[in-house]
């Protein structure tokens, strides 16, 4: 149930039905907007008279909503969450590029990575430390040496670090990690997002294999029901009948989730394609449908690369979909 109090009423005023909302056993999460304050009250609310509420006079309106998610819900929190990644805000207008390689494999390699992507328009580093891998035989990831060489990376360039985390176990490794990233196959790792919610630090939060839009917002509510509000979601395609490509890129969620939540969006298509062709295509539909963001895969060497490199863009060519993704924006913000 949402509440609805009108605009210029006395603090003093509004506090007491806070108080009184909170005696029914509720708890209330209040956002403060530019024309109204609205009470989002998330608990038991069958017991709650919405004709007594609504009679108040410093209220507007009551509605009961359906949705199971109540931090994500931009109905509770109708302006969009910014999230501020040491300077480099997200979402509300303001977008930013993540690019890096899948896996980090050596300081020379993702140092020179970090120094193209900045110079192209990217301000924050993505690289895979842990690897979540198909095959128990193939590349693991360097783990925590290359969360090391991530760090090192970062205060050559000033790069902020987005990194996946694998496993709750790994957590005290993440303390200088700027953004953790949470995998599709641990979308529903219900554990391990609880612990995030006890953390201070931004969450990418991935779309699962072949879950749906309200699943993802029930994951990311896992995450604020723990009191942290810093996520972001990654739309990065989900398993479909289709095998022309590796994921199917799901552009409608992009639109539709920026009318279900207030938190930022961020597009991954890399890994829904899978071929290098697909990302520049992809990554521009994903602007044009307003994502806050984009995480590019990049690699000076894709051809050897150990991990997804039939994915990762040249420098060069993640220098375009910049410049380009930057014109579609300054297009959309005309109208």
Not at 25 to 46: K, P
Not at 97 to 124: T, Y
Request: with cysteine.
């Amino acid at each position: 149930m949402i509440v609805s109090v009108k605009k210029g009423t006395d603090e003093a005023q509004i506090q007491n039905l806070i108080e009184w909302l909170k005696s029914l056993g509720l708890d209330i999460h209040r956002s403060d907007g530019q024309y109204d304050t609205i009470l989002g009250l998330v608990g038991d609310t069958s017991h709650v008279d919405m004709d007594l509420i609504s009679g108040l006079n410093i209220v507007s309106n009551v509605a009961r909503i359906s949705e199971p998610y109540k931090n994500a819900n931009r109905k509770f929190h109708p302006d969009d969450t910014v999230i501020d990644v040491c300077g480099y805000k997200i979402g509300g207008g303001n977008f930013q590029f993540i690019a890096g390689p899948c896996s980090v494999e050596s300081p020379e390699q993702i140092c020179s990575i970090a120094r193209d992507i900045k110079a192209a328009g990217a301000n924050l580093l993505r690289g895979g430390a842990f690897k979540p891998r198909t095959s128990p035989y193939a590349f693991q990831g360097m783990r925590d040496e290359g969360l090391k060489l991530l760090e090192t990376a970062k205060k050559e360039t000033g790069t902020p670090i987005v990194t996946e985390i694998m496993d709750l176990s790994h957590l005290p490794l993440f303390e200088n990690v700027d953004v953790i990233q949470v995998g599709a196959r641990n979308m529903q790792n219900f554990e391990l997002l609880k612990e995030l919610g006890k953390t201070d630090k931004p969450i990418l939060l991935k779309r699962g294999l072949a879950a749906t839009m309200e699943e993802l917002l029930m994951s990311a509510e896992y995450i604020m029901a723990g009191g942290n509000s810093k996520v972001m979601l990654c739309e990065r395609g989900i398993r479909t009948f289709e095998h022309y490509t590796r994921n199917t890129m799901d552009i409608s969620a992009i639109a539709l989730l920026k009318e279900k939540t207030h938190l930022p969006i961020i597009a991954d298509p890399s890994h829904a394609a899978g071929m290098a062709r697909m990302v520049r295509p992809l990554a521009l539909a994903a602007v044009a449908a307003g994502a806050d963001g984009i995480m590019i895969e990049v690699h000076n060497d894709p051809a050897h690369a150990l991990c997804d490199g039939p994915q990762a863009l040249r420098p060069e060519e993640f220098a375009r979909v910049v410049k380009e993704a930057n014109a579609i924006r300054e297009i959309m913000t005309k109208f």
